[in-house]
């Protein structure tokens, strides 16, 4: 595991080709995942290693290790920091979804995620009805997270529906 400083000092070096290879019994020889990720790193005035390899559907960066596809950034983030524990991601501190340099990565909950367990916390509806067992419609939403719905509002919103 590399220090920040270590990290730094790496940065001139990236896209060098003096690091090892790795060989195969048959076949053609197979480059170490280090050599691979720094191959498609260039770094801009930010600091910011951008990824120039494969992306993803999303456009966030895509590496072969040498076994499966893994995201780029958190290839980087488990080899220069750590391991990522368990329930959490890695985002970016810099908010660019191409940058993989570990010092602008950090482990953390996504926004949506956040949102979506502070909204499932509460205790009341907007109106103020309990959210309980009798008066909670619980169900899954089109994005396929549950979701629910107060009782006593949907019975009121039927009624004002029916009114016009």
Known sequence: ???????????????????????????????????????HVRVDENRCWLWQGEVDWKGLPVLWDGYKHVRAYRY????FVGDIPAGLDVLRKCHNKLCVNPVHLATGIH????????????????QGHPYDEANTYRYINANGNPARNCRACMRERERQKQIK
């Open 1 to 39: 595991m590399l220090t920040f400083k270590e990290i730094r000092q790496l940065e001139p070096q990236i896209g060098a080709a003096n690091l090892p290879v790795l060989k195969r019994a048959r076949g053609r020889p197979r480059t170490n995942p280090d050599v691979r990720f720094f191959s």
């Open 76 to 79: 980087s983030f488990s080899r």
């Open 111 to 126: 926004d949506k995620l956040a949102r979506a367990r502070q909204q499932l916390a509460k205790t009341y509806c907007p």
